[in-house]
């Protein structure tokens, strides 16, 4: 698919590491995606309900100023998880 590929190399990640943490549906694990490929928090958004298929409840929201709702750290242990 032409975003995961987008997103592997705005990322600097293999395109299986991408296609794993959209196949996990994990919010978190969207956010730090789209983090890490430097996209705003609109866009982590947007990836989580289209591309990940996460209901628009479980979606993890922006922080006051459209700011990502997990630190650095956090969003480091989540691509971690799946070996970044």
Request: no cysteine; net charge positive; glycine share 4%.
């Amino acid at each position: 698919m032409f975003v995961n590929a987008a997103l592997a190399v705005r990322a600097n990640l293999p395109p299986s590491v991408v296609t794993q943490i959209v196949a996990s549906r994990s919010a978190k694990a969207m956010v730090s995606l789209a983090w890490r490929a430097g996209l705003s928090m609109r866009v982590a958004t947007q990836l989580q309900m289209k591309l990940a298929g996460i209901s628009p409840r479980a979606v993890a929201q922006p922080r006051p100023g459209a700011a990502y709702p997990l630190t650095d750290e956090e969003m480091t242990w989540q691509l971690e998880f799946f070996g970044v």
